[in-house]
């Protein structure tokens, strides 16, 4: 649904269940208006879900989470990019955990993990460099921005180790193979 010129929006829903415990997910897939919704290298909103359900649970984050997921254009990513980064140009994904201020009452509504910004133009671009199919990287990129909302990084090659063994994992669910192979034809 439009709710404006600026971006379309839509919220739902989602319950996984695994043998640990309860992974409930509410997500805000948030579609800006430079990038046509029905374009066929947009992964739909039940895909996305299984994908932010599946790295919850595997890192454990049972309980009710919520998250904003918003694909843009360039000039919103770079823009993005410069002002929380400092870094100029464009880039793929994008994390922003969400931080409660110490004086804001936590709600009783759940956990708000923040939000995940993607540019579908670059998600496009690097899969067809990286002889991807497009649906993989879309799929690496969610998970990625994932776990960045969970705390994980990649600052350190621990880290780094860590955290793409947690994204190989989590993406071998889907029949997907290891992202950080050279070409995946």
Same mark, same amino acid.
């Given at each position: 649904?439009? @709710?404006?010129? +600026?971006?379309?929006?839509?919220?739902?829903?989602?319950?996984?269940?695994?043998?640990?415990?309860?992974?409930?997910?509410?997500?805000? +897939?948030?579609?800006? /208006?430079?990038?046509?919704?029905?374009? /066929?290298?947009? &992964?739909?909103?039940?895909?996305?879900?299984?994908?932010? *359900?599946?790295?919850? @649970?595997?890192?454990? /984050?049972? =309980?009710?989470?919520? +998250?904003?997921?918003?694909?843009?254009?360039?000039?919103?990513?770079?823009?993005?990019?410069?002002?929380?980064?400092?870094?100029?140009?464009?880039?793929?994904?994008?994390? #922003?955990?969400?931080?409660? &201020?110490?004086?804001?009452?936590?709600? %009783?509504? =759940?956990? #708000?993990? =923040?939000?995940?910004?993607?540019?579908? &133009?670059?998600? %496009? @671009?690097?899969?067809?460099?990286?002889?991807?199919?497009?649906?993989?990287?879309?799929?690496? +990129?969610?998970?990625? =921005?994932?776990?960045?909302?969970?705390?994980?990084?990649?600052? *350190?090659?621990?880290?780094?180790?860590?955290?793409?063994?947690?994204?190989?994992?989590?993406? *071998?669910? #889907?029949?997907?193979?290891? &992202?950080?192979?050279?070409?995946? /034809?």
């Amino acid at each position: 649904m439009k @709710s404006s010129n +600026l971006w379309a929006m839509e919220t739902h829903k989602m319950a996984v269940v695994n043998a640990d415990a309860a992974v409930n997910l509410e997500l805000d +897939l948030q579609i800006a /208006a430079e990038i046509p919704e029905n374009h /066929a290298y947009l &992964p739909d909103q039940a895909t996305i879900e299984q994908w932010i *359900s599946a790295t919850l @649970s595997t890192a454990n /984050a049972a =309980g009710d989470n919520q +998250l904003t997921v918003r694909i843009v254009d360039e000039t919103e990513i770079k823009t993005l990019n410069e002002t929380y980064r400092h870094k100029s140009g464009v880039t793929n994904v994008l994390s #922003f955990p969400f931080e409660v &201020p110490p004086e804001v009452p936590i709600p %009783l509504m =759940g956990e #708000f993990l =923040g939000d995940i910004v993607i540019c579908a &133009p670059v998600v %496009l @671009s690097e899969a067809r460099l990286q002889q991807k199919p497009i649906e993989n990287h879309w799929a690496h +990129l969610i998970v990625h =921005g994932t776990l960045h909302l969970l705390g994980y990084d990649h600052l *350190s090659e621990q880290q780094a180790d860590e955290m793409e063994t947690m994204e190989i994992a989590i993406l *071998s669910e #889907f029949g997907i193979p290891n &992202p950080y192979r050279e070409t995946q /034809a």
